[in-house]
């Protein structure tokens, strides 16, 4: 009975290309999604403070109409929250006046330090970071989502 060779080769040209196309992938993904990240922290509402000690935040509440509703909160001094309504422009956020709006509450108050977007169901992705980017440009430290509803 003839014996069968054991001897085998495997061609592992393949399988290298493969894997290093691989990695090339990973290596860029990862770079994007550093990238793409926004820093954020829970702005209010942990555990070591207590529900009086909040500090003063603004709240940006976007409306499915396309309006925005600012108002601001637990400001020192003041027992009653102070709140603007700045209408739609052409179908989409007046964002000249919100811009403004914001400013003007950063001058008045300068230890205005949190910001709070709370976001309609309607609301696009896109309207959500840029306010975002305007409250970070204003140097504001805590930027939070609120949840929808509340």
Avoid at 70 to 86: A, C, F, G, M, Y
Wanted: hydrophobic share 40%; aromatic share 6%.
């Amino acid at each position: 009975m003839a014996k069968k060779e054991l001897n085998f080769e495997l061609n592992i040209l393949p399988i290298l290309d493969i894997l290093s196309v691989l990695i090339c992938f990973l290596l860029l993904t990862a770079v994007w999604v550093q990238m793409g990240t926004l820093d954020t922290k829970q702005a209010i509402g942990d555990n070591t403070a207590t529900a009086s000690s909040n500090p003063p935040s603004v709240w940006v509440s976007i409306q499915e109409n396309g309006n925005v509703q600012l108002s601001l909160r637990d400001l020192p001094h003041q027992k009653k929250s102070v709140e603007t309504q700045i209408l739609k422009k052409n179908s989409q956020i007046n964002w000249d006046q919100l811009v403004a709006q914001l400013n003007q509450f950063k001058t008045q108050w300068p230890d205005l330090k949190t910001g709070i977007i709370q976001p309609s169901a309607g609301t696009s992705y896109q309207d959500v970071i840029k306010i975002m980017d305007q409250l970070k440009q204003l140097k504001f430290e805590g930027v939070g989502l609120s949840p929808l509803g509340t």
